[in-house]
């Protein structure tokens, strides 16, 4: 379209500009012409926490905030949850394309191939105290295996790159397992390879004393659900945080662990942990007005946890597949009492006004933790289970990145708000 520019006129200097408008998007490096003088740096855009800011372009998953739709390579979330598995909807993340029955044959024995760790994670696993975070542990394991794979440095060569993405993404679950057994203080248990993906962790996490221990197929299926859900979302904290590790060409090892700290905060893959305590400290249904109240006070710091979203400004669409999901997983493990209260905190909140006029609905946190509980994982383990899943995500963002050619190393600028230059001042003397 002709007028696909924005016209700026720098009133400093009177001259003016044509910006070419692309996407949505004018480029920010376009400023930088605008000068006061030969010697003036240019202009910059200011924008702490990238609130309006596009990173990349990215081919991968498609989020519309202020409808809640969620699509993976097209493929809406609702769809996907209904009708695929953790490793069809991995694969169709990876390549961009859902398998045919071959292609999933075949990267489902890859992945199932490379579930075994190194005899020597165990004892670094050993190493940490009887109390460590899982995430912690998850954090620190997965950085240590850059040390296991050195050939993992090679980020350009695709064939390299693809082979530690698959071993992100079937050593996964079993670090997270061995983080879980070690909590407990309880023996690790291998890979069983004639398991599913979901089955096979969840018999590493809970099996005790009987090889022949099988969870229910209902909580695998529920299980194998929520990964799907939490496969990828786009630049999210995390997802950027391997993204700018990346950036630096380090391996992807080193670059997931980031994502993994990143991921282990409460503001991000924490939230459900701190739901649940919320739901706790509300205690029953009939105190959830009195902690709505506080919510909105604006002199206290409470927060509605499991509430709002940088980008969905409606339903969270994760949230309501999450919200179904609760039933039949407590048809198998009973009722999770909490789940009474965060429906009666769902149903106020969305009619009141503080909530409403800034758009905040549940997000995928919100209900999740109350299926974890349920499954009887400990409240430590749920960022754990959400960043199986997501190893898919920050893998499949981190190859789009590294084969950008317009990406290069991350690296923000700053405005300056310090001292001026000033001399050294002897210790006596200050
Ligand atoms: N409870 C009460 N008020 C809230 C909440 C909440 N959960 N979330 C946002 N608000 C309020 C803010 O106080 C602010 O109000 P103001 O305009 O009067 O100052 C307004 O809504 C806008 O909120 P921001 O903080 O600007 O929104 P932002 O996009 O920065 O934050 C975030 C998003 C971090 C998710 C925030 O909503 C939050 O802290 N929610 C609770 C934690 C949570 O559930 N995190 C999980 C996110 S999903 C995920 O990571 C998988």
């Not at 240019?42 to 702490?48: A, I, K, R, S």
């Not at 760790?117 to 975070?133: L, P, S, T, W």
Request: proline content about 5%.
């Amino acid at each position: 379209m002709a007028n696909d520019t924005l016209s700026v006129t720098d009133n400093r200097t009177g001259k003016k500009f044509e910006l070419k408008i692309e996407n949505g998007c004018v480029r920010a490096m376009e400023f930088r012409q605008m000068k006061v003088d030969a010697e003036d740096f240019g202009l910059m855009t200011y924008d702490p926490a990238f609130l309006n800011t596009a990173n990349c372009k990215s081919a991968i998953t498609f989020i519309d905030g202020d409808k809640g739709i969620l699509e993976y390579r097209g493929y809406p979330i609702d769809q996907l949850a209904d009708k695929s598995t953790h490793l069809e909807t991995a694969y169709l993340l990876m390549n961009g394309e859902l398998p045919n029955k071959t292609q999933l044959d075949e990267f489902t024995n890859k992945i199932t191939l490379h579930t075994y760790v190194h005899e020597n994670i165990k004892q670094f696993m050993d190493g940490f105290r009887y109390d460590a975070h899982p995430m912690s542990m998850l954090a620190s394991t997965v950085a240590a295996l850059s040390s296991f794979y050195p050939e993992a440095r090679q980020v350009r060569n695709k064939e390299v790159r693809r082979h530690q993405m698959m071993r992100l993404i079937a050593k996964m679950p079993t670090l997270a397992a061995f983080s879980y057994r070690h909590s407990q203080g309880l023996p690790y248990i291998y890979p069983n390879n004639d398991l599913s993906y979901t089955e096979n962790f969840l018999t590493m996490v809970k099996s005790i004393g009987k090889p022949n221990w099988r969870p229910h197929p209902a909580l695998v299926r529920a299980l194998d659900v929520l990964f799907i859900l939490h496969a990828d979302h786009e630049q999210n904290c995390s997802t950027t945080s391997v993204r700018v590790v990346g950036s630096s060409e380090v391996d992807p090892y080193s670059a997931c662990a980031g994502g993994i700290t990143a991921l282990y905060g409460p503001l991000h893959g924490g939230a459900n942990e701190a739901v649940l305590r919320m739901l706790r400290e509300i205690g029953d249904k009939k105190n959830v007005p009195e902690f709505i109240a506080k919510v909105k006070d604006k002199d206290g710091d409470k927060k509605l946890m499991g509430f709002g979203h940088r980008v969905y400004k409606n339903y969270d669409p994760r949230a309501k597949v999450i919200k179904k999901a609760c039933d039949e997983v407590f048809e198998v493990t009973g009722k999770n009492p909490l789940i009474d209260i965060a429906v009666e905190l769902e149903r106020i909140a969305l009619q009141d006004d503080y909530f409403v006029q800034r758009k905040l609905y549940p997000n995928v946190d919100f209900y999740s933790g109350l299926i974890y509980e349920a499954m009887g994982f400990p409240m430590e383990f749920f960022t754990c289970l959400f960043a199986i899943p997501r190893t898919v995500g920050w893998v499949t963002q981190f190859e789009e990145m590294i084969t950008d050619n317009e990406q290069k190393i991350a690296r923000p600028r700053q405005i300056f708000t310090g001292s001026k230059k000033r001399d050294y001042v002897a210790m006596d003397k200050r």
